[in-house]
């Protein structure tokens, strides 16, 4: 299991790329995302005592990086680039591409 220190590394690192980005629910069929939802720090760092939680429920460590479904819903990131959604669940959603496209498309 990867510490907080290599988490919080590979989440700066991210945000540094992509953070700032939000994709609003705007558009028909493809052209738009399914629920909201931005890559902010500051969108979802309110909620650090819920990721800790989430940490032990799920027996990983991972970082909040943006919020999801107009702030209902978390999103947040490992050591390995995974990405998770987090509300009263955990939920994987992909590494790599594959988590913010698996935002994108539902």
Do not use: C, K
């Not at 939000?22 to 005592?49: H, I, K, M, N, Y």
């Not at 943006?66 to 990405?83: K, N, P, Q, S, V």
């Amino acid at each position: 299991m990867s510490g907080p220190s290599t988490t919080d590394a590979a989440a700066a690192e991210f945000l540094r790329q992509f953070g700032g980005l939000s994709f609003p629910q705007v558009g028909s069929d493809f052209s738009r995302t399914r629920e909201e939802f931005a890559l902010d720090l500051l969108r979802s760092v309110v909620e650090e005592g819920r990721f800790v939680d989430w940490d032990a429920l799920i027996g990983q460590h991972f970082v909040p990086i943006g919020d999801h479904a107009r702030g209902r819903e978390f999103i947040g990131l490992d050591a390995t680039g995974e990405m998770y959604v987090a509300a009263d669940w955990v939920g994987r959603l992909g590494a790599g591409i594959y988590g913010p496209e698996s935002l994108l498309l539902g």
